[in-house]
């Protein structure tokens, strides 16, 4: 049903000024998105109504546009004809292949891909049940629209006016004084977790975090005597991907804790983001893990205070700002849905 081949990839020095196509790379973040770009030429660009697939965690995005890539990345081409409105339900059935692909080595990724048996649904002729996935996807996206509607309105995230501060925060943004600080100058040594094998962990509560994109890393809810870390932290897993943690949890050897939990919750996430820019580079890998060593020498870029310091202020407002508008997208987006459903 599917080919699998590799790219036409380039390194990202090349791109140029424009937000036409995707840069797409292995990184899970932002849907495999590194940056966007303007057109650089026709024999590196791939088509649309494509996936696809980062050989790190080996995550399936769809390509509703023509894009380009960088290295080790592969382009999945449908055989067949396949609705858009079936597209999610096919995106689903590509990443549950993951752990399948995740076993073998990167140089079997193509032939193991093309020797997976996926099931579909078909039709009493023995055809693709298209219907069926359409209306399967319909269902459970008005559900969900449901659910994120009620829990807008209850948690009280549909109010997503922007206050005076918070107007000026974004408009001061470009003229912002950063300064580069060393992570742990600012919040002490950095502490690695300890290894607890799967078959070692017993079922519980507490979120146990290891690397990895999927589920933000959280491997296991475990129930064994570990070493608990706090809420407000910042996790950077062996491949420099920072994640702020808002609950308890546990971690493995892969990860480093960043002892951000003095901050306000909004600085903690730009902290965080900070974090992930200067450490998720590439630098790090299978071969070479990122440790809490490389925490403490890790240099991050923030907005400076008149006293010198980093501006935590600046930082938690400029955050909150961003979380409303984020979240006005999301209420909008629920509201134009359930319009939308209801008119259907």
């Keep these: 049903m599917f080919d699998i081949e590799n790219t036409y990839s380039f390194n990202s020095d090349v791109l140029v000024p424009g937000n036409e196509y995707d840069y797409v790379t292995r990184t899970s973040f932002n849907q495999g998105v590194l940056q966007t770009t303007g057109f650089v030429n026709s024999n590196n660009i791939n088509p649309s109504g494509t996936w696809s697939l980062g050989l790190l965690q080996m995550d399936f995005f769809y390509r509703k546009n023509r894009w380009y890539a960088g290295q080790f990345v592969r382009k999945i081409t449908p055989k067949i004809d396949i609705p858009e409105k079936a597209i999610p339900f096919f995106s689903t059935l590509l990443n549950k292949q993951k752990q399948i692909l995740l076993s073998v080595l990167v140089r079997d990724v193509d032939e193991t891909f093309k020797s997976i048996e996926i099931d579909l649904p078909v039709t009493a002729t023995g055809k693709v049940d298209f219907d069926f996935m359409e209306s399967f996807v319909a ?8 659910e994120l509607s009620a829990y807008l309105k209850v948690s009280g995230l549909n109010n997503y006016e922007l206050s005076k501060e918070e107007k000026q925060a974004l408009e001061k943004l470009n003229s912002f004084e950063w300064e580069c600080y060393n992570v742990e100058s600012l919040f002490g040594k950095s502490t690695r977790g300890k290894r607890l094998k799967g078959d070692d962990r017993i079922p519980g509560s507490l979120p146990f975090v290891t690397a990895g994109e999927a589920n933000e890393g959280i491997s296991a809810f475990i129930g064994n005597d570990v070493e608990v870390f706090e809420k407000n932290t910042t996790t950077i897993d062996m491949f420099g991907s920072a994640k702020y943690r808002n609950y308890q949890y546990g971690g493995d050897d892969h990860v480093a804790i960043v ?47 008149n006293d010198g310091n980093p501006d935590y202020k600046a930082m938690e407002t400029l955050i909150s700002a961003i979380h409303k508008l984020v979240v006005k997208d999301v209420v ?13």
């Design 332 to 344: 909008q987006y629920a509201n134009h849905q359930r319009f939308k459903a209801k008119k259907q």
């Design 139 to 146: 269902e459970l996206e008005a559900e969900r629209v449901a």
């Design 259 to 305: 002892h951000t939990e003095q901050l306000p919750m909004m600085a903690a996430i730009f902290v965080t983001s900070a974090c992930h820019k200067a450490a998720h580079t590439g630098k790090f890998d299978y071969g070479h893990n990122f440790y809490a060593k490389d925490a403490d020498a890790l240099n991050i870029m923030l907005p400076k205070a």
